[in-house]
C-alpha cells in the first residue's frame, strides 16, 4: 500500500502528534509499505524523508507551531506523482483540510486521525467567537473525510455530538520496551528531590493542559513534584508552583528513565483526545491520577490501576494523590496491574490495526463514488450481523413495486413476477434450523406511497404477528414535485417503531437510483432521505439494508427497460445482500452461483421507451391515477414454504 501522510506537526518539534507520525510510518515500512510525508517546513531543518516540506510560518504566541496552508492543487500533483492509494490526516486542520481536499480531487481514500480537541482549546484560551468557527471547521472536515479514527470513546462521542459520521476507534500505541520499570534511577531521584515521594507530570505547558491544577498539592508533606515539558505557560508556572522541578522538554531514554522514577504520574488536563504520556506512565509502571474525562477514561481503571478524579475538583485531585503518597503497597499493586494493562497495546498491533482501518476506507471510497450528493450519516459498509439463535418463521414483505417484484419474471407464470422478497423468504425457508414451518407474507403494492405503508399496509402486517418484517418504500414520495422529505421519514420511523415495539425484527432498506443522468434530478432527495433512514435503523435497531450504497445495483444493465424497475439479476442482487445481512450461510458465494446458472431476464418489451413507459405514467398522472389502482397485495396472507426435506409451497 502508498500511503501519503499530510501532518500538521513534524520534526524538529516533537509532540503527540510528531511522535505518532514517526511510529506510524516506521511500523508502515517495515511491513513493506510505502509512505510519503507531507509536512511543514521548519528553516534549516529538511524533512530527511521521502516526502515534501511544505512552506509554513510559526504561531506568534507558540514558534514551535507551524502554519502551513499550500494549494490544493500541489498537494494533488503530489498524491498522483506517488500514487497514493489512501491518504493518512494526521490530526487535520488547516494544511489537514488542503490534504483533504486534494485527496478529493486525486480520488483517494482519507483517513482522519482525530488527534487534538482544537475545540476545547479555544475554550480553555478564552476566544469564544474562535471556539464557534474551530467547532465549524472540525464538523466540517471530519464529515468529508472518508473515515474518521478516534483515540477513545469520549472523543467518538464527541465528533458523533458534532454530526461526523464513520467513526471508528484506533488508540496509540506504547514502546513498552524503552517505558519499563526497569528504568527506574535512584540517581535521577536523588537529584532532584532526594528522599521523598514523587509525584510527576509529563507534557505540553500551555492552559489548555490545566496544569496550573497541581497547586492543590502544595503542603503535601513527603512529596516533590517534577514537571517535565515546556511551553508558553512555563514562566508563569514557574511562579505559580516554586517549589517544583521544572526539568524541560525531555525525550528518549532520558524520557524513559524521568517517568519510570516517579512514584505517582499525574494528569490534569480534561481536553485530552487520549492521553499517551498515561500509557507511558503505566507502561513505565506507575500509578495514574488523571481527571475523569476525555481520553483518560478509556486508559485508567478506577481504584484498579490509579484513580481518576471529578474533573475541575481540585480537592479530590489533592485527596487521591495523598490516597497512594501514603500506601506504598497500593502504589505496588496498581504499578503491577497497570503495565499489565498496556502489555498488548504495541505499536505493532495497533499498525495493523491502522492498515485495516485504511483498507476499510479504500472499500469506503468506492461505494461513496456510486453517490453523487452528500447528505449525513453517510452510507457505511455492511457489519457483520451474527445470526438469530432459532431462525425466523414469520416473515412479512412491506413496499411498493420493487417489493412487489415487478418485472422479475424469472421462473414464473406469465403475468406474474418474483421479486427479491420473494427470493429473500426462500433462502431464509432453506438456512433455518428451526423445525416449525417458514411462512411468508408479501403486501407490497406497485406505487404505493409511505402514507399507505402506515394506513393499510402496517395494521395488516401487526395482525399477522410476524417475527421479521422488511421495509423499503419512499420512492414514489421522492419523485412527486414536491416532498416533506422529513415528513415522510418521520413517517417511516413512526411505521418501524411500532413493529419493534411489536417484537418484530425489522429490515429497513434505503432506496436507490440508476446511474442515469435523468436520474440525477432526483439525487439530492434520494440521499437526504437514505441519510433519516440511517439515523432511524440506528435509533430503532432495526437492520439497515444500505441499498444505495450498493455500487453494481446503480448499473443500468441491473434495470428493466422501463429504467425505474429491476431486471430478475437486480432483484437477485438485493434479495442475497439482504440474506448477508441477516447471516444465511455462504450468502455472497450463493449468489455468484445463483447468477451464473440464471441467463433468464424477460425479453424487452416491444416498442420504444418514450411511447411504452413515459406516455402512460404521464397520462396516469394527469387523471390522478396509479398502476397500483385497483390492486391488492400481492401475498395478503401466510403461505407456507417448505424446510429442507420438506414439501415447499413457492409464491405464486
Known amino acids: 500500500m502508498r500511503v501519503a501522510v499530510v501532518t500538521e506537526s513534524f520534526l524538529p518539534h516533537m509532540n503527540g502528534v510528531t511522535g505518532s507520525v514517526l511510529q506510524v510510518r516506521d511500523h508502515l515500512e517495515r511491513s513493506g509499505h510505502d509512505v510519503f510525508v507531507i509536512a511543514p517546513s521548519v528553516r534549516n531543518h529538511p524533512l530527511d524523508v521521502p516526502g515534501r516540506a511544505v512552506s509554513s510560518l510559526p504561531m506568534p504566541s507558540y514558534p514551535a507551531v507551524r502554519v502551513a496552508i499550500p494549494p490544493v492543487g500541489a498537494i494533488a500533483r503530489d498524491l498522483r506523482s506517488f500514487g497514493a492509494d489512501v491518504v493518512h490526516l494526521a490530526s487535520p486542520f488547516l494544511l489537514g483540510w488542503q490534504g483533504l481536499l486534494a485527496a478529493e ?8 486521525v482525530y488527534q487534538t480537541d482544537v475545540i476545547a482549546y479555544t475554550q480553555r484560551y478564552g476566544v469564544p467567537q474562535a471556539t464557534a468557527l474551530a467547532e465549524s471547521h472540525v464538523r466540517r472536515l471530519h464529515r468529508r473525510a472518508t473515515l474518521t479514527l478516534a483515540p477513545s470513546a469520549a472523543a467518538r462521542a ?13 488508540g496509540r500505541g506504547v514502546d513498552g520496551m524503552r517505558f519499563a ?8 531521584r536523588d537529584r532532584f528531590v532526594r528522599g521523598e515521594t514523587i509525584v510527576g507530570y509529563v507534557g505540553r505547558l500551555a492552559p489548555e493542559k490545566q496544569v496550573e491544577d497541581l497547586a492543590a498539592l502544595h503542603g503535601i508533606p513527603g512529596i516533590g513534584l517534577v514537571i517535565v515539558g515546556d511551553g508558553p505557560s512555563r514562566h508563569d508556572l514557574e511562579a505559580l508552583l516554586p517549589d517544583a522541578a521544572f526539568l524541560g522538554h525531555l525525550t528518549g531514554d532520558e524520557l524513559a528513565t524521568a517517568m519510570a522514577s516517579f512514584d505517582v504520574f499525574v494528569h490534569p488536563g480534561e481536553s485530552e483526545t487520549f492521553g499517551q504520556t498515561i500509557q507511558e506512565a503505566q507502561a513505565s509502571g506507575v500509578p495514574v491520577v488523571a481527571t475523569g474525562r476525555g481520553g483518560p477514561v478509556d486508559l485508567v481503571r478506577s481504584s484498579v490501576d490509579g484513580w481518576l478524579y471529578r474533573p475541575g475538583d481540585t480537592a479530590d485531585l489533592r485527596a487521591r494523590v495523598l490516597d497512594l503518597v501514603g500506601d506504598q503497597a497500593k502504589r505496588r499493586a496498581f504499578a503491577e496491574a497497570a503495565r499489565e494493562a498496556v502489555s498488548g497495546r504495541t505499536w505493532a498491533a495497533l499498525g495493523d490495526q491502522l492498515v485495516e482501518h485504511y483498507a476499510r476506507a479504500q472499500r469506503l471510497a468506492r461505494t461513496d463514488g456510486t453517490v453523487r450528493a452528500r447528505a449525513w450519516p453517510r452510507a457505511d459498509l455492511p457489519a457483520e450481523t451474527p445470526r438469530r439463535s432459532g431462525g425466523w418463521t414469520r416473515y412479512v414483505a412491506l413496499g411498493d413495486s420493487i417489493t412487489e417484484g415487478l418485472c422479475d419474471s424469472s421462473r414464473v407464470p406469465d403475468g406474474r413476477f418474483r421479486g427479491w422478497a420473494d427470493r429473500l423468504a426462500q433462502l431464509l425457508a432453506l438456512a433455518g434450523e428451526d423445525a416449525a414451518p417458514f411462512r411468508y407474507a408479501n403486501l407490497a403494492v406497485r406505487s404505493r406511497r409511505v402514507d399507505d405503508l402506515v394506513e393499510t399496509q402496517l395494521p395488516a402486517c401487526l395482525a399477522l404477528r410476524p417475527d421479521l418484517v422488511s421495509v423499503l418504500i419512499g420512492a414514489n414520495d421522492l419523485v412527486a414535485p414536491r416532498v416533506d422529505i422529513a415528513g415522510v421519514a418521520a413517517r417511516v420511523e413512526a411505521a418501524v417503531r411500532a413493529l419493534r415495539e ?7 432498506a434505503t432506496v436507490f437510483l440508476p446511474d442515469r443522468r435523468g436520474a440525477g434530478v432526483l439525487r439530492r432527495r434520494f440521499c437526504a432521505y437514505n441519510a433519516r433512514l440511517r439515523l432511524i435503523a440506528r435509533a430503532t435497531g432495526a437492520h439497515l439494508l444500505d441499498l444505495e450504497a450498493e455500487r453494481d445495483l446503480a448499473s443500468p444493465e441491473l ?5 425505474v424497475h429491476l431486471r430478475s439479476r437486480g432483484h437477485r442482487l438485493v434479495a442475497y445482500r439482504a440474506a448477508e445481512l441477516l447471516g444465511v450461510p455462504d450468502a455472497e458465494a450463493l449468489a455468484a452461483l445463483d447468477d451464473a446458472f440464471h441467463l433468464d431476464d424477460a425479453a424487452d418489451a416491444p416498442g420504444t421507451w418514450l411511447a411504452r413507459d413515459v406516455v402512460p405514467w404521464v397520462w396516469r398522472r394527469v387523471r390522478g391515477r396509479t398502476a397500483g389502482d385497483g390492486l391488492s397485495a400481492k401475498l395478503p396472507d401466510y403461505i407456507t414454504i417448505g424446510r429442507p426435506g420438506a414439501q415447499t409451497s413457492l409464491p405464486r
Not at 105 to 112: F, I, K, L, M, T
Not at 502 to 508: I, K, Q, R, S, W
Open 559 to 563: 434495470w428493466a427497460v422501463d429504467r
Open 105 to 112: 480531487a486525486a480520488r483517494v481514500a482519507a483517513v482522519a
Open 181 to 188: 520499570p526497569h528504568r527506574r534511577s535512584e540517581a535521577f
Open 158 to 170: 464527541q465528533l458523533e455530538a458534532l454530526g461526523v459520521d464513520r467513526v471508528a476507534l484506533w
Open 502 to 508: 411489536a417484537g418484530c425484527d425489522v429490515v429497513l
